[in-house]
């Protein structure tokens, strides 16, 4: 596609329920990132992605998260038992990741919604 | 550890004034420095970058920030803003030993006035 798509725009769930996050990456991209965007915060960092593989978690914030990336391409994000505090805006962007080039830029998704009730 | 700081979380000027976000970073090796600006509703946008070279860069929409390294700063600036330049403004880093991750700055909503 022309940019990062992700789904659905907007979530509303209940505490306690699980809800999974969708991003599709521009083609041809490898690497791929999860990001939250919490009210009156800046973007924190969660998990990013090169091909299938995850190098780097460590901005998870709990066992409840995780994400998976199969084929290269789209990525699920999971929110397990989800309570109020993970109310935020979760932003996907992937980049070329070429190895070897001092920047990568990284192009975003318009972001999921997500509210816990 | 890195961080990013933007001690300015509302910047409210009116049309056609000038405009300098400000940005503070703390970082032990080289960086990397960028300017994302988010419409309303709409995903991140990079407005510009500095990875090397002369510290003043230039981005799009009239936008142009000065990388000073004794300072650690990376301040943005327009020097006459339009009602469209309404939106939030992240500064970022990455260091040059982790081209991918980037550490955002928690944002200036800048508004302008008619």
């Known amino acids: 596609g022309a940019g990062v798509s992700q789904s659905p725009s907007n979530k509303v769930t209940e505490k306690g329920k699980d809800v999974e996050l969708r991003c599709d990456p521009i083609s041809g991209h490898t690497a791929l990132y999860w990001y939250r965007q919490s009210l009156g915060q800046g973007l924190e960092f969660l998990i990013y992605f090169q091909g299938n593989s995850a190098p780097d978690k460590s901005g998870l914030p709990s066992d409840r998260f995780s994400a998976e990336r199969t084929g290269g391409s789209v990525s699920t994000l999971t929110i397990q038992r989800t309570q109020q505090e993970d109310s935020a805006v979760y932003l996907c962007a992937s980049s070329l990741g070429l190895a070897g080039i001092s920047y990568n830029e990284q192009f975003f998704g318009p972001g999921t919604r997500l509210t816990v009730l | 550890a890195q961080s990013v700081t933007q001690l300015d979380s509302q910047v409210p000027v009116f049309e056609e004034a000038p405009v300098e976000l400000r940005c503070n970073y703390s970082?032990?090796?080289?960086?990397?420095l960028f300017w994302y600006v988010q419409y309303p509703n709409q995903g991140l946008q990079l407005l510009l970058k500095y990875l090397s070279g002369s510290t003043l860069v230039k981005g799009i929409n009239g936008f142009e920030a000065e990388f000073n390294k004794s300072q650690t700063s990376f301040h943005l600036r327009k020097p006459s803003v339009h009602i469209s330049d309404t939106a939030e403004y992240f500064c970022a880093v990455n260091d040059s030993t982790s081209y991918d991750k980037v550490i955002f700055g928690p944002g200036t909503s800048l508004s302008v006035i008619p």
């Open positions: 970082s032990s090796v080289s960086v990397y």
